[in-house]
């Protein structure tokens, strides 16, 4: 269980996860509107085990970004690992087995993002999520709690309320923790996302 946890997270934090991202597109035309604007961003997400991973994301839009692992105190020889998304190809190069390169069918036209919980949502109570009081810099929180298969998960989240950006990300199942994110960098950019 344990080394599935952190292959998960590896694959999803370096690798890429395909999910539905808000990107709006104009019919008839090939501009798109961003739901994020460009942003660079540090992050440090611990696992179950306790185990934690440092993580860089350069988001240029949701058709590029490149991650780079930082640290890891799981699997310290893959420090240097990077995922390059560039709107056709996943491309991960990493320090031990190498490049490996990756052209995910999206059949929905879903846009690959780094993380799950880096994905736009609403926050809405139509959508399950109660609204919590803001944090101590006035960033919104919200959380949600579903029953899947008998277990109860509880996901806390609290976001920007200009860029809407998650900030921090904390999961329990049956109360036991499953991992926490915390956005130790951020730097958002200004002007449109460009594409490659």
């Given at each position: 269980?344990?080394a599935?946890a952190a292959?998960?997270l590896t694959?999803?934090?370096i690798a890429?996860?395909?999910?539905?991202?808000?990107v709006?597109?104009?019919?008839g035309?090939t501009?798109?509107?961003?739901?994020?604007?460009?942003?660079?961003?540090?992050?440090?997400?611990e696992?179950a085990r306790?185990?934690t991973?440092?993580?860089?994301?350069?988001w240029?839009?949701s058709?590029?970004w490149?991650t780079?692992?930082?640290?890891?105190?799981?699997?310290?020889?893959?420090?240097?690992?990077?995922?390059?998304?560039?709107?056709?190809?996943?491309t991960?190069d990493?320090?031990?087995?190498?490049?490996s390169?990756?052209?995910?069918?999206l059949t929905?036209?879903?846009?690959?993002?780094?993380?799950?919980w880096?994905?736009?949502?609403r926050?809405s109570?139509?959508d399950g999520?109660e609204?919590?009081?803001p944090?101590?810099d006035?960033?919104?929180?919200f959380?949600?709690?579903?029953?899947?298969?008998?277990?109860?998960?509880t996901i806390t989240?609290?976001?920007d309320?200009?860029t809407?950006?998650?900030?921090?990300s904390t999961?329990t199942v049956?109360g036991?923790?499953?991992?926490?994110?915390?956005v130790?960098?951020?730097?958002?950019?200004?002007?449109?996302?460009?594409?490659?």
């Amino acid at each position: 269980m344990l080394a599935r946890a952190a292959a998960v997270l590896t694959v999803a934090a370096i690798a890429g996860a395909v999910a539905a991202a808000s990107v709006h597109t104009r019919i008839g035309a090939t501009a798109r509107t961003e739901f994020y604007p460009p942003f660079r961003m540090v992050w440090v997400e611990e696992d179950a085990r306790g185990a934690t991973y440092t993580i860089e994301l350069m988001w240029r839009g949701s058709r590029s970004w490149t991650t780079v692992l930082r640290a890891s105190s799981a699997d310290p020889g893959a420090v240097g690992r990077t995922g390059n998304w560039d709107g056709r190809t996943l491309t991960s190069d990493d320090p031990v087995s190498g490049r490996s390169t990756y052209r995910p069918e999206l059949t929905v036209g879903a846009p690959l993002v780094p993380a799950q919980w880096l994905l736009a949502s609403r926050y809405s109570p139509d959508d399950g999520w109660e609204a919590l009081d803001p944090d101590e810099d006035g960033n919104e929180r919200f959380r949600k709690t579903e029953t899947q298969r008998g277990r109860e998960r509880t996901i806390t989240r609290t976001r920007d309320p200009d860029t809407w950006l998650v900030l921090a990300s904390t999961t329990t199942v049956d109360g036991d923790h499953l991992n926490t994110v915390r956005v130790v960098e951020l730097e958002v950019r200004p002007g449109p996302a460009r594409y490659p």
